[in-house]
């Protein structure tokens, strides 16, 4: 079972990542955290280039193909290995990240980038993504309070300094998306403290299917 997290920045993706985790192996499950990008050793140095604040230059079709070749090595190192055991991956942010932020915000073609995706990673989708869905002032205001506190890294913030505009359109990009696809997504009110975003998780995920078993 792949399951994915996006949101906006603040959305509490990270750590409901690791809550889920953890009632996977409490509760018997095979299970794997993993992250884009960043999730590889060799994506960890693509990810310094991507989040670097000093890279504000950077191209939309570089932004693009980084996050790809950040993707290609995670897919081929973790992902498919992961599948092919039959774990549960939980990912923090994937594929879809790609088309809001790329596409729809950087403007980029969604048409290209989503080709780019079925011809060179044969379309992997996960079998569910949960969208933490919140206001942009509070999700910044999260993570900026992250960020000063030292539980985020300061040298990540090249996204935390885009303006509110462009949060708000990730947003937007982010539920359209959920909307065009209501069979893989589950949109979550992530305005919420982190226990009922848990819960709320935890139910969307074993209300009405056997995915659970599947694990
Ligand atoms: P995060 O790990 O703190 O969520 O930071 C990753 C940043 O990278 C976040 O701002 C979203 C951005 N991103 C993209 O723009 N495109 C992508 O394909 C992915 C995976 C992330």
Same mark, same amino acid.
């Given at each position: 079972?792949?399951?994915?997290?996006?949101? &906006?920045? @603040?959305? @509490?993706?990270?750590?409901?990542?690791?809550?889920?985790?953890?009632? *996977?192996?409490?509760? @018997? =499950?095979?299970?794997?955290?993993?992250?884009?990008?960043? @999730?590889?050793?060799?994506?960890?140095?693509?990810?310094?280039? *991507? /989040?670097?604040?000093?890279?504000?230059?950077?191209?939309? *079709? !570089?932004?693009?193909?980084?996050?790809?070749?950040?993707?290609?090595?995670?897919?081929?190192?973790?992902?498919? #290995?992961?599948?092919?055991?039959?774990?549960?991956? $939980?990912?923090?942010?994937?594929?879809?990240?790609? *088309?809001? =932020?790329?596409?729809?915000?950087?403007?980029?073609?969604?048409?290209?980038?989503?080709? /780019?995706?079925?011809?060179?990673?044969?379309?992997?989708? #996960?079998?569910? !993504?949960? $969208? /933490?869905?919140?206001? #942009?002032?509070?999700?910044?205001?999260?993570?900026?309070?992250?960020?000063?506190?030292?539980?985020?890294?300061?040298?990540?913030?090249?996204?935390?300094?885009?303006?509110?505009?462009?949060?708000?359109?990730?947003? !937007?990009?982010?539920?359209?998306?959920?909307?065009?696809? #209501?069979?893989?997504?589950?949109?979550?009110?992530?305005?919420?403290?982190?226990?009922? &975003? =848990?819960?709320?998780?935890?139910?969307?995920?074993?209300?009405?299917?056997? $995915?659970?078993?599947?694990?």
């Amino acid at each position: 079972m792949f399951i994915t997290f996006e949101g &906006i920045e @603040g959305a @509490g993706k990270t750590t409901q990542v690791k809550r889920l985790h953890a009632f *996977l192996i409490n509760n @018997g =499950y095979e299970s794997i955290m993993t992250r884009e990008p960043g @999730g590889t050793r060799i994506g960890g140095h693509i990810r310094s280039i *991507l /989040l670097d604040p000093q890279n504000s230059d950077m191209e939309p *079709l !570089t932004e693009l193909l980084l996050y790809t070749a950040d993707r290609a090595q995670h897919i081929n190192e973790i992902i498919k #290995p992961a599948l092919s055991s039959n774990k549960a991956i $939980l990912c923090d942010r994937y594929f879809d990240a790609t *088309l809001v =932020y790329q596409g729809v915000t950087r403007g980029l073609n969604t048409g290209l980038i989503k080709k /780019l995706h079925e011809t060179i990673f044969n379309n992997l989708k #996960p079998d569910i !993504t949960f $969208l /933490l869905d919140l206001a #942009p002032e509070l999700g910044l205001q999260r993570a900026w309070n992250d960020i000063n506190n030292g539980s985020r890294k300061n040298h990540e913030t090249r996204f935390e300094n885009e303006n509110s505009a462009f949060h708000e359109k990730i947003r !937007t990009g982010y539920l359209e998306l959920a909307h065009s696809e #209501p069979g893989r997504f589950r949109i979550i009110d992530a305005s919420k403290d982190q226990d009922h &975003i =848990y819960q709320d998780i935890i139910e969307s995920l074993i209300e009405g299917n056997s $995915l659970l078993q599947r694990v």
